[in-house]
């Protein structure tokens, strides 16, 4: 009987994402280990997700690590006072709020081929 291939993914999200991703994936029937860690050029906390999981289980897991943790645009709404055209001329201390897009999350995923893999 051949054994089925196994795979280890190491996936880094933003610290932000690691909740919803595990959750995620704890519904869907994979186990995860979870390490905090820093990096990056901000040194803004990040999640290190470990999966091991059977090779042919490999798209499903990275298509949830993409939809929890993927990069993606929101709008944020930043105070400002003055004018709302922005010339800077505040006639009063009024302030308004001016939408803002901007790109959040995003995963770095790295996928080890591995020789054995047992649950106990």
């Given at each position: 009987m051949e054994e089925k291939k196994s795979v280890m993914i190491l996936s880094i999200v933003q610290g932000n994402d690691g909740d919803e991703?595990?959750?995620?994936?704890?519904?869907?029937g994979f186990n995860v280990t979870l390490l905090s860690t820093t990096g990056g050029f901000l040194r803004r906390k990040s999640t290190t997700l470990l999966i091991g999981t059977e090779e042919d289980k490999?798209?499903?897991v990275l298509g949830l690590l993409k939809a929890t943790a993927g990069r993606r645009k929101i709008t944020e709404f930043q105070t400002t006072t003055g004018y709302p055209d922005g010339?800077?001329?505040?006639?009063?201390?009024?302030?308004?709020?001016?939408?803002?897009?901007t790109e959040v999350g995003g995963a770095v995923v790295f996928v080890m081929s591995l020789d054995k893999f047992e649950r106990f």
């Open positions: 991703a595990i959750r995620e994936l704890n519904e869907h490999l798209q499903e010339s800077g001329l505040a006639m009063s201390s009024a302030s308004h709020a001016v939408p803002v897009e």
